[in-house]
Structures are given as structure tokens and as C-alpha cells.
């Protein structure tokens, strides 16, 4: 009986260690390495990118992104909502218009098929705006 109690006793004071060690191993690690942000220098190349024939827009709570967008007469702008409310990137001519976009999801508008400037805005959050330039 003495061994035994004596067995008991040290399980029990090595108890609260064993648990705290076990459950420090258990805790799972939600801080998953996914961003692979690397640091690297971007270099400064001079020559201008060529204007592109497609583009997209993200729809933020409560910017647009990028706000100033130049692509090639005709380009079909990919707009997707990453907010949490719905937007739209309307056009103030009325030349395009994506309408409520919910967030999450996805619309297209086409560019102009002329060059010039046309700024946009959210019609629900005209502190929302935007230019859409072709070139
Ligand atoms: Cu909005």
C-alpha cells in the first residue's frame, strides 16, 4: 500500500506539469505562414507599362482600388466587391454601370471605345469615387 500511495502522490504533483507541458503541445497553431510577403526591393523601371487590355477593380469598404485605372479603349474591367456591403462603380455619364455588386461578388463593365477620362462613383457611397481612363 505504501509504494503505491507514494506513486499516487508524485502522479498527482506531477500532474498539473504533465498538463500544462501537454497542452502547450496541443494548442493548435491558428498563426499560419501564409503570407509570403517577400520584402523584395521593387526596381524602378523607368519605361511606362503598356496601358492594358484588361483590368479589374476591387470594391473596398469604402474606396475603390485602384481608384485611377487607365486600360485600352473597349477593355472589359473585371470589379469585384471585397467589402461587406454592396457597391456599384457607376459611371457619372452614365457610360458604364455595374449596378449593386454584392459583396463577394464579381461584374464587368466595358471601357469606353474612346480615349478620355471618365470618372466613376459608388451610387451608394458618393464619397466613393473613381476615374476609368482610356488611352
Ligand atoms: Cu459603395
Redesign the pocket.
Known sequence: MRPLLRAATLLLAAGPVLTGCVSSFMVPGPEETGSTAAPSPEPSSPAPSPTPFAGTVA?R??SFEPADLTVRPGTVVTVTNT?T????LTAQDGTFDTGPVAPGATATVTAPSQPGASSY?????HF?RGTLTVS
Open positions: 470594391m469598404d469604402f467589402g456591403t454592396p457597391h456599384t462613383l459608388c451610387a451608394f457611397h466613393m
